[in-house]
């Protein structure tokens, strides 16, 4: 299989007034594709071949596409063997240990660059003769000649369960994806896996966008997180070296602007001269604020460091000649932890003067502070850091960082102006009041229930003469939610089915003990039809509302029947309802290509505490078999079940039909 694609690109047209009181600028929309042209490899591929578009988001500039291999399984055999065999594998150690596969990174002859990842260095390997062999293989099936083979190649290889790679992004600046479009293919060869898709921004939470099952032959892009499998597999990742790195840079040879006392450019000098000589120059400080524990994210500075090695202390460096502030912070804080956020995410809070003495070196900076405030921080274990830079990172607790400005704490870096922690502290506390302040404000449950009881249903007359939950001839008046529970009273409801139709399993909601009908027992999404509402919309949210299934539409929806169901709630009521019962099977083409990953649903607070998958057998037998109570929401009667386990059985058997046909090519 082969999955090709583009990584998200960030641009940035105008210079930044780093003086001015909010310089922070809000995210410009992606150029569209049809403005430049940009064709995507899929796309230059020749005619005729499967593949198949997996995620577009043009507002991201993120694409993805795959295929099923078109290589014969015996060569792929050949290949695995000669790449197993004929690779000089090394399992370099990280900061949190040795990494958990064996790698090599590989370039084209003439090339030097090491590659980084997860605060690890490798260094590189000319391309074997199997690289060639195959590069001609696959490449033509992407639209390219030799001339535009890709330079590069990360190759991986895990041996056993236990070998597997985190979620990444492609960030490395040898590929330069913050400023352009760049494409990645990679080739999956060996046992079986999942590859996953996700979003980045931090701020749209990291919510699940594609799972892909890879068989024997793959290539991928964007975040990536493999399953684990209990035999042998090889990856490689081929890219395009956009800007060779300097392998023997020396950061005194930089450039920075020396600045005179109004902050204003006078001249450049190296920075091994401006520290030398004590010159004025700028420098940035980034404060990640983690919101929901009122701390910051600070880094212990590498021993090795020349200046306040081994020490605590936030994002910080220079400012290169020319460079706006807010791309050092950009930088600083992308090279340090790995960390990359949209531009209207750093805020400008001030610029201050300080004198500091490090190793008997007069340091004058006008330091620029920038706070990045996070509703869902990172979580330590998943930030990747230079072990150059840092040996640990922490959330340090905003009274905790004050304590130490206060007792001149000697293990963390304090700047010494005054005029720096009382503005600093003062924006950070109001960072963390407004959150709070911001945060909905829950109701007790008898409110959230009496709110929910005022809700206006329609109520049904004859139910006799019903044919369809939309046919509204049959409503007679309408009624509160409240009322339709005490009195027993007719009203509509809807049913939805997430099932996995690969798996023949179905998605069950776990609902909120807290519930006053059904609390604590397992059901699929389900909603009240309110007043004068069709349907299909109320299907619609429920999902959405209930599991955050945000990208699916009412197109993705299957009406399978409707029926009458009359049970005791076990909250002192009699539940009478019209149920329109409606079906989203998951994989689709459209708008859900990959079954949803249990992880990555975001649940309603206080209505669905857990998720699971259940197969559609053991449904059955609970229904069937098991008389209440137990953990289910069993709907009574033989029309129901009947129906519903009838349709789900014929969808999956013509899904196996389905996947049995030959391919065409």
């Not at 594998?89 to 790698?103: D, F, S």
Request: hydrophobic content about 35%.
């Amino acid at each position: 299989m082969i999955l090709i694609g583009t990584v998200p690109v960030v641009l940035q047209n105008d210079p930044y007034p780093v003086l001015q009181n909010d310089p922070g600028t809000h995210l410009k929309p992606q150029e569209p594709r049809s403005s430049n042209g940009l064709k995507l490899i899929h796309e230059l591929a020749p005619k005729g071949l499967k593949w198949k578009v997996v995620l577009s988001d043009e507002s991201r500039r993120s694409y993805a596409s795959f295929m099923p291999s078109p290589v014969p399984s015996a060569r792929l055999g050949d290949f695995f063997k000669t790449i197993y065999g004929k690779t000089a594998w090394e399992q370099p150690e990280g900061p949190q240990g040795l990494l958990p596969r064996k790698t090599v990174w590989m370039v084209k002859s003439g090339c030097q660059c090491p590659y980084r990842y997860g605060g690890v260095t490798i260094k590189p390997q000319e391309f074997p003769d199997w690289m060639t062999e195959l590069l001609r293989t696959y490449m033509p099936y992407c639209g390219k000649s030799e001339e535009e083979w890709p330079d590069s190649c990360n190759v991986n290889l895990y041996e056993d369960g236990s070998h597997a790679v985190g979620w990444h992004t492609d960030d490395e600046a040898l590929f330069q994806s913050l400023h352009q479009d760049v494409a990645i293919v990679s080739l999956s060869l060996g046992q079986p896996r999942k590859f996953d898709l996700r979003k980045n921004w931090p701020e749209e939470g990291e919510r699940l966008q594609e799972r892909l099952h890879l068989g024997n032959g793959a290539l991928a892009t964007m975040e990536a997180r493999d399953g684990k499998g209990s035999s042998p597999r090889i990856n490689l990742t081929w890219r395009w070296i956009k800007k060779h790195a300097d392998v023997k840079e020396n950061k005194d040879h930089q450039v920075l602007d020396t600045l005179d006392a109004e902050g204003s450019c006078i001249f450049t000098r190296t920075r091994g001269a401006v520290t030398e000589k004590g010159l004025w120059h700028r420098y940035v400080h980034v404060w990640v604020l983690n919101l929901p524990d009122s701390a910051v994210l600070m880094q212990l500075r590498a021993p090795e460091k020349k200046r306040f090695g081994g020490m605590w202390n936030c994002t910080s460096g220079f400012v290169m000649s020319g460079m706006p502030s807010l791309e050092a912070c950009k930088h600083h804080l992308d090279t340090e932890s790995g960390l990359r956020y949209e531009d209207h995410m750093y805020e400008f809070v001030f610029s201050c003067k300080n004198t500091s003495v490090a190793n008997g070196e007069e340091i004058k900076q006008l330091i620029d502070v920038y706070v990045v405030s996070l509703k869902r921080p990172p979580e330590l274990h998943k930030i990747y850091y230079d072990i150059k830079e840092a040996t640990e990172l922490k959330y340090v607790g905003i009274g905790e960082l004050e304590q130490a400005y206060q007792n001149q704490d000697p293990n963390f870096v304090l700047v010494s102006t005054p005029e720096y922690a009382r503005r600093l502290f003062h924006f950070l506390h109001k960072k963390i009041r407004i959150y709070i302040e911001m945060l909905p404000k829950i109701d007790s449950d008898e409110e959230r229930h009496n709110k929910k009881g005022q809700q206006l249903l329609d109520r049904i007359g004859d139910v006799n003469k019903l044919r369809r939950a939309q046919d509204l001839g049959v409503v007679v008046e309408p009624c509160k939610r409240i009322d339709a529970y005490s009195e027993s009273v007719w009203h509509r409801a809807v049913h939805v089915w997430v099932f996995d139709v690969e798996s023949c399993r179905l998605l069950l909601l776990l609902r909120s003990p807290k519930k006053r009908h059904f609390g604590g027992r397992w059901n699929c999404s389900t909603g009240h039809i309110k007043m004068g509402d069709p349907a299909l919309p109320t299907a619609l949210k429920s999902v959405k509302d209930d599991v955050g299934l945000g990208n699916v539409t009412e197109n993705d929806f299957e009406y399978l029947f409707q029926t009458l169901v009359e049970m005791d709630t076990g909250g002192d009521a009699f539940l009478k309802q019209v149920v329109d019962v409606y079906l989203l099977s998951v994989p689709n083409e459209e708008t859900c290509p990959v079954i949803p990953d249990l992880t990555s649903l975001s649940l309603a607070k206080g209505e669905v505490d857990q998720v699971m998958y259940l197969e559609l057998d053991r449904l059955q037998e609970v229904y069937t078999t098991s008389p209440p109570p137990h953990d289910f929401v069993v709907f009574p009667g033989d029309d129901y079940q009947t129906r519903f386990f009838f349709n789900l059985r014929q969808r999956h058997k013509k899904y196996l039909e389905k996947v049995a046909e030959p391919p065409m090519f």
